[in-house]
């Protein structure tokens, strides 16, 4: 990794662009919301501006045990990734900046370690939303350290793996539960539609 | 990438090798070749040992008009990917690789573009024969060269993609079709079981 190589292709002056798909592209918190409180109106629930956890089981168990088989049911069931509500602007942002010169764009995204339908569901969110040129685009792995890129948007405050010391600097993305976190000096990216996500890319593209 | 990132990322001394699936562990031409002549007899066939393109379809189609359909019914149907045959030695190489000290070894694999059965079955078959654990050592992408690592062990000559120089260096590993090519300079893997694949790993790792 890096050395010889990794000079040679930061020479290439193109800035890969990583972006998380759950909670980033899609809205994964509303849509577990709706389903929830649709398929199980008399449990509790947690409103979105309530939400402190990145996955939200750990904050759901705090409410009552025993709820975890219940949750999984509805984020594990067929359809659910593939009706993910797109977040405000999100495609727009995305087909445009892979537009920008220099700028090649990757959507890197955790299947469910029940991959059954996530999996597949994924490329299709991606096909249905983006067009059938992004499934060439999309990385499905649990592990994104893994991943080389000049910048990795994603709303998960801690992003571990194999690989101590990833290429990207990760930018997080704002949602609900980590709005009051300590990011520890990384920047965010609040939303993509007040126009911020291109001068992020500007700025990153002036240090290539 | 790479720069003070990378160069600190070497430091991890982690030696990341990147396992192709399709031809290298998984036996995607001889199993095609089973359901060809089971699906469509009256057709004709090329034999293993004659077989010299990467897309098999390329190949077929000098042989008859009109094949690429037949073709792709084939190996885009339910099943195919997840009853593949793996390839002789392949699981027990790369669970034996993945437990030496400072070798972390990942699955680094392109789902067809028709990506409905591939990329479930790609997960389930790893699942199958290396474990769950494995699900977290599973990387699609239709670009690899957007993936971290030392080494990438494919089939394929010629990888393409958004990274002019990837962090990897390139090993063939030999399949009928690509055994008579040139690989201009490029390393060969020739199979999982006569143990050239540590020769391999300890040589990279001396490397680092």
């Known amino acids: 990794m890096a050395g010889r190589r990794g000079i040679s ?10 972006v998380d798909l759950d909670g980033v592209m899609a809205d994964f918190d509303g849509h577990f919301l709706t389903k929830w409180k649709q398929t199980y109106p008399e449990e509790p629930f947690i409103a979105l501006e309530d939400r402190k956890t990145f996955y939200l089981v750990d904050q759901y168990e705090t409410l009552k045990e025993g709820l975890k088989p219940k949750i999984k049911s509805v984020y594990q069931s067929k359809g659910f990734f593939r009706e993910l509500p797109p977040i405000a602007g999100a495609c727009d942002a995305l087909k445009e900046m892979n537009e920008m010169e220099g700028v090649e764009v990757f959507i890197c995204s955790s299947p469910l370690f029940f991959y059954k339908y996530s999996s597949t569901e994924k490329f299709a969110w991606v096909e249905h939303y983006l067009g059938a040129d992004w499934i060439n685009r999309t990385i499905l792995t649990r592990d994104k350290t893994i991943v080389n890129g000049h910048i990795l948007i994603d709303d998960n405050v801690k992003i571990k793996g194999a690989v101590d010391f990833p290429s990207w600097e990760h930018v997080v993305f704002t949602a609900h539960y980590n709005k009051h976190m300590n990011l520890r000096g990384k920047k965010r990216l609040d939303n993509w539609t007040d126009g911020s996500w291109r001068d992020l890319i500007m700025d990153f593209k002036k240090r290539l």
């Open 9 to 18: 292709a930061m020479a290439q002056k193109q800035l890969l662009v990583l």
